[in-house]
């Protein structure tokens, strides 16, 4: 199974500022990886995906980069509305499907 | 516009069983693979099963493997999940996911709480 390693864990982060999230894959996976927002009590909600790709409705301040087994995720300019869980997942290799453990992006 | 409603979750002790349901609307669900992703609480996402779009194939996680069961009804816009010999670490928020034409998850209901307790 492919391991997915995302950091940090958590993230501390002011409003306005630059957010980066990691995620590492244990072997390479090409472009297939996706990111999830997830915030408390809700579902998780697709951002991105085939790496740089932003589902519908994202907002241009989230993107992301990578290839093979190290991927970033940017939150160029954070809004309150962003803090939240964000996990990586990956999709060349399956079954499993399998995601990162997640990194919570918090207000600092 | 997507719409997927899981039902079914509740407590049931060590043992039993629970089937969970997600009623899907707004889209050709007969045309769409679905999974079944798994939360324990405070915990990441685990994915569980896989389905095709005519049931012909599916695929499990190993963790349950030999006890849950996916399954649809394409008349009825329904997937299924038959959770049998519950255990205590099946203690989850259980989501269906539908399949996108990029992404593996592109919508996702709003998951339905089991917990397995005596």
């Known amino acids: 199974d492919i391991l997915m390693t995302q950091s940090p864990a958590t993230l501390s982060v002011s409003p306005g500022e630059r957010a980066t999230l990691s995620c590492r894959a244990s072997?390479?996976?090409?472009?297939?990886l996706a990111w999830y927002q997830q915030k408390p009590g809700q579902a998780p909600r697709l951002l991105m995906y085939?790496?740089?790709n932003r589902a519908t409705g994202i907002p241009a301040r989230f993107s992301g980069s990578g290839s093979g087994t190290e991927f970033t995720l940017t939150i160029s300019s954070l809004q309150s509305e962003d803090f939240a869980v964000y996990y990586c997942?990956?999709?060349?290799?399956?079954?499993?499907?399998?995601f990162g453990q997640g990194t919570k992006v918090e207000i600092k | 516009q997507v719409h997927l409603v899981e039902s079914g979750g509740g407590v049931a002790p060590p043992g039993r069983s629970l089937r969970l349901s997600c009623a899907a609307s707004?889209?050709?669900?007969?045309?769409?693979?679905m999974h079944w992703v798994r939360q324990a609480p405070g915990k990441g996402l685990e994915w569980m099963a896989v389905?095709?779009?005519?049931?012909?194939?599916?695929y499990y996680a190993d963790s349950v493997k030999g006890r849950f069961t996916i399954s649809r009804d394409n008349s009825k816009n329904t997937l299924y999940l038959q959770m049998n010999s519950l255990r205590p670490e099946d203690t989850a928020v259980y989501y269906c996911?539908?399949?996108?034409?990029?992404?593996?998850?592109?919508?996702w209901g709003q998951g339905t709480l089991v917990t397995v307790s005596s």
């Open positions: 072997r390479s996976i090409g472009s297939n």
């Open positions: 997942q990956q999709y060349n290799y399956w079954p499993p499907w399998t």
């Open positions: 996911a539908k399949v996108g034409s990029d992404a593996p998850f592109e919508s």
């Open positions: 707004g889209f050709n669900f007969s045309s769409a693979l």
């Open positions: 085939d790496v740089s």
């Open positions: 389905i095709s779009y005519d049931g012909s194939n599916k």
